[in-house]
């Protein structure tokens, strides 16, 4: 059976399980974030995953539109049936975004990695 | 804080046409890949400057939104940072993002949380600016263009 592979790759996806382990370790530019957006949702696609977990402990600057993206992608994996779960949110970063005023409702956020793969295999809770 | 729409005293297109060598980043907008660029020059100066962690992150996330405004609405435009030195103070940060777009009729309106023209968009991009930074002013006229004057102080810590 031939897959839909998406063609830009942007970030390595790792299968855990049920579960997509996303490690973003790149520069988020908008180009990149909607690239990375269409890449999560093939993979959920391809591989029927329960639920994916985006660890950002590597990016330093999320701004609006890559907070927007983010919350979207979670709402289109909610819909494919799939949870999304962010975690490692550096302290700036949440420093920044709460006084933004960004705070990221729609999606289930994680302490750490530990933490994402509990709230990933639970039943209950958001996202 | 500043907020307004006219100055007399700022002329928008001589904002515009400032000369690259009076700042220390200079970055022009006008593809998507310059947002990128500009935040992250902007996240070096800042670095340089000695701000702490949180305020590097605050300055690089503010450019970030002025930068893709720029882009967004105005398609080209300008982002200058200049380190001012004040002995009793510590250094200052002044970011300009300068664009000859179609300008803003309703500064208030955008300055709200939330509004957006755009569809893809928290409408929070300015407002979240100004929350970000210790000063902020904007200067628009339909179409002559749009300027922010921002700064941040550096703390001491």
Known sequence: MKKLISKARVVPVICLGDFLLVPIQIDLDDRTVGLLQQQVLEEIESTRARAVILDVRMVDVIDSYISYTISETAAMARLMGCRTVLCGIQPPVALTLAQMGVMLQDIAVARDLEHALLIAGSQSGVG | ?157
């Open chain 2, 1 to 157: 804080m500043l907020h307004k729409k006219v100055d007399e005293n700022l002329d928008i297109d001589r904002v515009f046409d400032s000369p690259a060598e009076d700042f220390d980043v200079f970055i022009r907008i006008a593809r998507e890949e310059d947002i990128a660029v500009a935040r992250q020059m902007a996240k070096q100066l800042a670095q340089e400057a000695g701000f702490s962690l949180a305020d590097v992150t605050k300055i690089a996330t503010a450019v970030s939104e002025l930068a893709r405004n720029i882009y967004r609405y105005a398609k080209q435009g300008r982002i200058m940072i200049k380190k001012l030195l004040d002995d009793r103070e510590g250094p200052y940060l002044e970011i300009i993002a300068s664009d000859n777009g179609p300008g803003i009729a309703e500064i208030d309106l955008v300055m709200t949380r939330g509004y957006t023209t755009y569809e893809r968009s928290l409408g929070i991009g300015l407002s979240g600016v100004k929350r970000l930074m210790d000063t902020f002013a904007i200067y628009s006229e339909v179409g002559r263009g749009t300027v922010v004057i921002t700064g941040k102080r550096r703390r001491k810590f």
